[in-house]
């Protein structure tokens, strides 16, 4: 369980805190996502939730944050980063840029993690492969695509094994067909018991995947609830935040007054389009 | 180990044709069997040129010891003893810039890397002389997209050598603070990827080194001490 309780925070030399008395618990196996407009808090969230902040990006902190019960703050980055992974939306800056290939930029945590070569070697054709990146092992990681990176990225952080996993847009440079491998291995991935925190814009991923959907509005929780409520909510709009595909071909139907067989044709069609891979 | 001992024995040797034996046998030689003479030649000199054209000048018109006059405009003199000189130091930087060149060029940075973890090195010794190697061509990378996205919005950087150097400075600063903020998002990508976990990494596996390549680096480091020798005793005044 990934737990922020009471969290405001600041970053040095800012005038006022980005982030005010947020307070989330992520179960195990739960996938949470985050909207909201540009600087809402997002990016700020989860780099509290990774541990980053402030860790390594200084500024202050005020509240907790509770890995299955437990104070996270005596942690060293380095055990935290075994038990927490997270993953930013510029692909470019995640790669170690020391590795040749692919495959050993896959294998760079777990080598990190000093685990024996066999179990490396298990993770990583695992995660190429839950990635669909299986057939770029070979290929020089800057040589990549933007798209094609950020697949490689997140498979290095899905060959980790992170208990909680913290994701910053994932998504950002991928198209529909990476997306949706991203989101049947976060699938997967709750369905193993990994507690998921996702900041998204993309409304239909989050529909897809998540369990429960946050909003943020200037650093405060705005909308909390289940994803096919907040997702619906009228008011998210007003946070910019774009209604998913489904929810807004469901509003179109009613306003064309479609007789009840057809709307029911029409959700049962769009239950489909939204049910997890 | 070769570029090192190439570099050092430039150093050394002075005179014409030994350092152009080096140059010859150690940089060219090797640099032709791995296919990257035109290359290898081409950043060499861009390398040096800035150097060059200082130590021409400074040599060839105000060589201290110098008699012999080649040319004389106004009170700066050529001299032929500053002419000799300023080639024997061009010879040494060409040796110098062409070892450092080749290693560039003939070696992996993940390879380099690991090679120095299974060595003993430390993995954040070995990331750090590795990212080093590699700033520059990202950054090289970095400024050419800037400098097509501050083309695609009416800055003249092309033509004449002015609108050249206009042209540059809208770029330094987007690429410098760029690579700055880089750089902390990238640290903090290391970090939750156990980077700094301490203690041994696992190594997939080592670059392959072969008996004739161990034979070859325990010669370089065996001829250092006896070039140094040979030099002491000026039993190479021979070569220049």
């Not at chain 2, 018109?61 to 080649?70: K, M």
Request: glycine letters at 8%.
């Amino acid at each position: 369980m990934l737990e922020l309780d009471g969290i405001t925070y600041r970053y040095a030399g800012a005038p006022r805190p980005s982030m005010h008395e947020v307070s989330l618990t992520l179960a195990d196996g739960e996938v949470v996502g985050i909207v909201g407009a540009s600087e809402a808090g997002k990016s700020t969230l989860c780099l509290v939730a990774a541990g980053l902040a402030p860790r390594t990006v200084g500024g202050s902190l005020s509240g907790r944050v509770l890995l299955d019960g437990h104070d996270a703050a005596p942690l060293a980055m380095h055990q935290l980063a075994e038990r927490v992974g997270i993953c930013f939306a510029n692909p470019a800056t995640q790669l170690s840029r020391v590795t040749a290939t692919v495959y050993e930029e896959v294998a760079f945590g777990p080598m990190n993690l000093g685990l024996p070569r066999g179990e490396i070697i298990d993770r990583t054709g695992a995660a190429l492969e839950a990635l669909g990146v299986a057939d770029l092992a070979e290929r020089e990681p800057a040589r990549l695509s933007g798209g094609q990176q950020q697949l490689v990225a997140v498979a290095g952080l899905l060959a980790m094994h992170p208990q909680h996993l913290v994701l910053d847009e994932p998504t950002a440079q991928l198209d529909p067909a990476g997306t949706q491998l991203v989101a049947e291995a976060l699938a997967r991935l709750a369905a193993d018991g990994a507690s998921i925190l996702i900041a998204e814009q993309k409304t239909d991923l989050l529909a897809q995947i998540c369990t429960r959907i946050v909003a943020l509005e200037a650093g405060r929780i705005a909308l909390e609830g289940a994803a096919a409520d907040v997702l619906a909510d009228e008011r998210l709009t007003g946070l910019g935040v774009a209604l998913p595909g489904s929810v807004r071909i469901r509003r179109l139907a009613e306003a064309a007054s479609l007789g009840s067989p057809q709307r029911d044709k029409l959700a049962t069609a769009l239950a489909t389009l939204d049910a997890p891979a | 180990m070769a570029a090192l001992v190439v570099t050092l024995a430039a150093i050394m040797l002075s005179g014409v044709v030994a350092p152009l034996l080096l140059i010859g046998v150690a940089v060219l030689l090797p640099a032709a069997v791995a296919g990257v003479v035109r290359e290898l030649s081409r950043i060499a000199l861009l390398l040096s040129l800035p150097l060059a054209i200082s130590v021409v000048l400074v040599n060839v018109f105000f060589f201290p010891a110098g008699e012999t006059v080649l040319l004389r405009i106004g009170p700066i003199v050529a001299t032929a003893e500053g002419l000799r000189f300023a080639v024997e130091i061009l010879l040494r930087l060409a040796a110098i810039s062409g070892a450092i060149v080749l290693f560039y060029l003939s070696t992996r940075p993940g390879d380099l890397v690991i090679d120095l973890e299974a060595r003993g090195v430390s993995p954040r010794l070995a990331f750090v002389a590795n990212a080093s190697v590699q700033t520059v061509p990202t950054m090289v990378e970095r400024a050419a997209d800037i400098a097509a996205a501050q083309r695609a919005r009416g800055l003249d950087s092309e033509g004449s050598p002015w609108a050249r150097v206009r042209g540059l400075l809208p770029l330094v600063a987007p690429v410098v603070l760029g690579s700055i903020a880089e750089v902390e998002e990238r640290t903090m990508a290391l970090e939750a990827r156990a980077f700094t976990r301490p203690g041994r990494r696992t190594l997939l596996w080592r670059p392959a080194d072969s008996r004739g390549q161990a034979v070859a680096r325990w010669l370089l480091v065996a001829a250092l001490p006896l070039l140094i020798g040979l030099r002491a005793a000026g039993w190479l005044a021979w070569l220049g």
